[in-house]
T-cell receptor, first 114, second 113 residues
Framework: GENVEQHPSTLSVQEGDSAVIKCTYS??????FPWYKQELGKRPQLIID?????GEKKDQRIAVTLNKTAKHFSLHITETQPEDSAVYFC?????????????FGQGTTLQVKP | GAGVSQSPRYKVAKRGQDVALRCDPI?????LFWYQQALGQGPEFLTY????????KSGLPSDRFFAERPEGSVSTLKIQRTQQEDSAVYLC???????????FGQGTRLTVV
């Protein structure tokens, strides 16, 4: 079945610096790649997603890149702020066969130091 | 409601007890997912519904876990004869359909003592 690996598990940056989190997936049929942010004790919330027909997507300080050949995708956060501190999860899914289930990575704990 | 609602928020069960966890998805959402999230880990897929049909239950860890969505709206995850390893946060999510944004509930934190 699908497997998603996420690195690093923890990331500490100074406020204003950039942060990059990387994920690889195993199933070449995957075609939807969302990123979720989860603050302590709260629900995961979608921050950005990308589909396989696009190589890059940007939303203000957040961008995601996708390399289908290498089967990896990355989250880029620029000009980090203390409120960006949270756990970030990547995920992958495919629509074939009416599944659509999301397979999550293990998570990255991002700490932004003021 | 405005979002996915789960109840109860917290549940303490004695080992061997049966529990039922409820999920109210966003109205009109066809897809509904249940996930199990252990402390410090990513959500692990349990099962998926499209309307009332349970299309994928490959993630249910044992036959003690059972989920239903009889009318294609509210869903219940039932765990029979709970064991300590069942302690986790159980998340429900719904979406309009496959490969669309999945909205998560606040989760039910289950502690088996």
């Amino acid at each position: 079945g699908e497997n998603v690996e996420q690195h690093p598990s923890t990331l500490s940056v100074q406020e204003g610096d950039s942060a990059v989190i990387k994920c690889t997936y195993s199933d070449s049929a995957s075609n939807y790649f969302p990123w979720y942010k989860q603050e302590l004790g709260k629900r995961p919330q979608l921050i950005i997603d990308i589909r396989s027909n696009v190589g890059e997507k940007k939303d203000q300080r957040i961008a995601v890149t996708l390399n289908k050949t290498a089967k990896h995708f990355s989250l880029h956060i620029t000009e980090t702020q203390p409120e960006d501190s949270a756990v970030y999860f990547c995920a992958a899914s495919k629509a074939k066969g009416n599944t659509g289930k999301l397979i999550f990575g293990q998570g990255t704990t991002l700490q932004v130091k003021p | 409601g405005a979002g996915v609602s789960q109840s109860p928020r917290y549940k303490v069960a004695k080992r061997g007890q049966d529990v039922a966890l409820r999920c109210d998805p966003i109205s009109g959402h066809v897809s509904l997912f249940w996930y199990q999230q252990a402390l410090g880990q990513g959500p692990e897929f349990l099962t998926y519904f499209q309307n009332e049909a349970q299309l994928d239950k490959s993630g249910l860890p044992s036959d003690r876990f059972f989920a239903e969505r009889p009318e294609g709206s509210v869903s219940t995850l039932k765990i029979q004869r709970t064991q300590q390893e069942d302690s986790a946060v159980y998340l429900c999510a719904s979406s309009l359909g496959p490969n669309t944004e999945a909205f998560f509930g606040q989760g039910t934190r289950l502690t088996v003592v």
